[in-house]
Nanobody
Framework: QVQLVESGGGSVQAGGSLRLSCSVS????????MAWIRQLPGSGREGVAR????????EYADSVKGRFTISHDKSENTLYLLMNSLKPEDTATYYC???????????????????????WGQGTQVTVSS
């Protein structure tokens, strides 16, 4: 069972920055789709950013393009999300997610494909005040 452990959430004022980290317990040489998904209060989960760790396109939700950066450190098998210019509407619980590695790419629409992920972290809260 692959385990994902997130850290780095917190409270920040609008315009500030936070970096989320997600440590992944199992490395797969082939690669897997890895993503940050958020759940806003009273809403479903939406994809924020994702990448295929074996190489390929990085995809972002329109609402975070130019402000958030997703990256993967292979040596540490850790996924990051750098969030700049944070807005109150970014307030949410952020989850790290990964698929099984059975596919050589990230499937589906980047913003609405939470169903493709097999493993999830426990979530970390991000609160942005105005």
């Amino acid at each position: 069972q692959v385990q994902l452990v997130e850290s780095g959430g917190g409270s920040v004022q609008a315009g500030g920055s936070l970096r989320l980290s997600c440590s992944v317990s199992e490395y797969t040489r082939r690669g897997r789709c890895m993503a940050w998904i958020r759940q806003l209060p009273g809403s479903g989960r939406e994809g924020v950013a994702r990448l295929y760790s074996g190489g390929g396109n990085v995809e972002y939700a329109d609402s975070v393009k130019g402000r958030f950066t997703i990256s993967h450190d292979k040596s540490e098998n850790t996924l990051y999300l750098l969030m700049n210019s944070l807005k109150p509407e970014d307030t949410a619980t952020y989850y790290c997610a990964a698929d099984s590695g059975a596919y050589a790419y990230c499937r589906g629409d980047p913003e609405s494909s939470a169903y493709i992920y097999d493993y999830w972290g426990q979530g970390t809260q991000v609160t942005v005040s105005s």
